[in-house]
């Protein structure tokens, strides 16, 4: 069974810095893309960072210049340096990963459970 377990959440200051972490573990035979979502009450869940298998990464305009996503293949595992974080960034934040099983066959949408990032002073 595949699960992605995320970490780093936190209370942080505007202006301040977090690093989001998640790893994949299971029977994983690939995966493609890798990324973060984030949602607050009340909205949808929105995209802010994707990084695709060959490296290429696509931003959510609103943290262009502030957030950095990376991943680490050989941990199944990808990450999110936010910086100069203001109170609108202050949402549940969800890692999601497109999987081939080592038992399936085709890729499948996978999530994290979400963890809590709270700006404020």
């Known amino acids: 069974q595949v699960q992605l377990v995320e970490s780093g959440g936190d209370l942080v200051q505007p202006g301040g810095s977090l690093r989001l972490s998640c790893a994949a573990s299971g029977n994983i035979f690939s995966i493609n893309d890798m990324g973060w979502y984030r949602q607050t009450p009340g909205k949808q869940r929105e995209l802010i960072a994707l990084?695709?298998?060959?490296?290429?990464?696509n931003y959510l305009d609103s943290v262009k210049g502030r957030f950095t996503i990376s991943r680490d293949n050989a941990k199944n595992s990808v990450y999110l340096q936010m910086n100069s974080l203001s109170p609108e960034d202050t949402a549940v934040y969800y890692c999601y990963a497109v999987i081939l099983p080592a038992d399936g066959r085709r890729y499948m949408d996978y999530w994290g459970q979400g963890t809590q990032v709270t700006v404020s002073s």
């Open positions: 990084i695709g298998a060959g490296y290429y990464t």
